[in-house]
């Protein structure tokens, strides 16, 4: 590992790509997925504001699902880029507080909001009679406001304890964003009792939601099977398999990632399964769900319309 010569307050982020022709050519497939998250979580945010047909329950959680991940990328990504074209690494030590901050909120916050959209599936398809109370847009604000707030919370725990941990080792992160597994492991003293505690919480941010999907999806399946409507079932199929594409996607290397025990983790292996959740489920987000879906490929045309 290279010794860089920084401000005892700085912290050094290694990066994704190793500075060579090879991580030129890595980059430069990288950043244009970095950009097309970017772009399609900012139309779908934008579209479901702008169109009166998508103002439902389930088109709401979806635009805090591209917020989320517009967000996500934007926290991460360009720091790493100008870290890789600029040759400049280094990152304030309260930058870095705040890196950890947005992440661990949107974390968190995106594993409530795929529960409520599984939440909002099942209500729709099993009970759909109880759908109007049950999903009302009181409801809906409070399942948006509470995830948002409880990530937020959770955000703060971690962040104040990696402010107030003594580091008394190299400050060189391995890793293109401030993870805090990364950067406790550059820490002095004995940290077990705070590793408790992320295991805690990766338990109720990502164990348990994934769950109580796999509940929801189960009752919403055996549903499903029971319908004599034959477009009613091919339609709550597409829409099923698309959130759960959303939800393995995004729960699935998370999971694998902090929850496997510390002597099986690798820097290297951790920052390729990050660009999965950070960069690559963004991406294909916006994707899914507006290729496959006719109601918001309808909303885009009279959007369009309107404005041309």
């Known amino acids: 590992m290279a010794n860089y010569t920084q401000p005892l307050t700085d912290f050094v982020l290694l990066g994704l790509f190793p500075p060579s022709r ?27 504001l702008l169109d009166a047909h998508l103002h439902t329950p389930m088109y709401l959680l979806l635009s805090q699902l591209s917020l ?13 880029v100008s870290g890789f074209l600029s040759g400049n690494k280094s990152i304030s030590f ?36 109880h759908y109007p109370i049950r999903m009302s847009r ?22 104040v304890y990696i402010l107030r941990v003594p580091y ?17 492991s550059l820490a002095c003293g004995d940290i077990k009792d705070y590793e408790h505690t992320v295991f805690l919480s990766i338990i109720i941010f990502l164990l348990t939601p994934s769950m109580i999907i796999v509940l929801s999806y189960g009752k919403v399946l055996l549903a499903i099977c029971r319908m004599r409507s034959r477009e009613g079932r091919k339609k709550s199929y597409a829409t099923c398999s698309t959130h759960l594409t959303v939800v393995t996607l995004y729960m699935a290397p998370f999971i694998y990632t902090y929850l496997r025990p510390k002597s099986l983790r690798s820097p290297a292996e951790d920052k390729v399964l990050a ?15 507006s290729l496959r879906n006719k109601e918001v490929l309808g909303a885009l045309g009279r959007v369009r319309g309107r404005i041309c």
Request: hydrophobic fraction near 55%; include cysteine; glycine fraction near 6%.
């Open 138 to 159: 009181g409801v809906c604000v409070l399942m948006i406001l509470g995830s948002w707030v409880t990530g937020a919370v959770n955000a703060c725990a971690h962040t």
């Open 168 to 184: 008394c080792r190299s400050r060189a992160i391995d890793h293109f964003y401030c993870d805090i597994p990364a950067m406790l």
């Open 275 to 289: 660009v999965v959740y950070t960069i690559l489920t963004p991406m294909l987000n916006p994707v899914i769900y």
């Open 94 to 129: 309260i930058g870095c507080g705040f890196q950890s901050f947005f992440f661990v909120t949107l974390a968190g916050a995106e594993g409530l909001i795929l529960m409520s959209m599984a939440y909002d599936r099942y209500v729709a398809i099993c009970v759909p009679l």
């Open 22 to 48: 090879a991580g030129l050519v890595f980059f430069s497939l990288t950043f244009p997925v970095f950009l097309m998250a970017l772009a399609g979580n900012l139309c779908m945010v934008l579209l479901i």
């Open 68 to 80: 989320m991940d517009l967000i996500y990328v934007c926290t991460t990504v360009p720091k790493m």
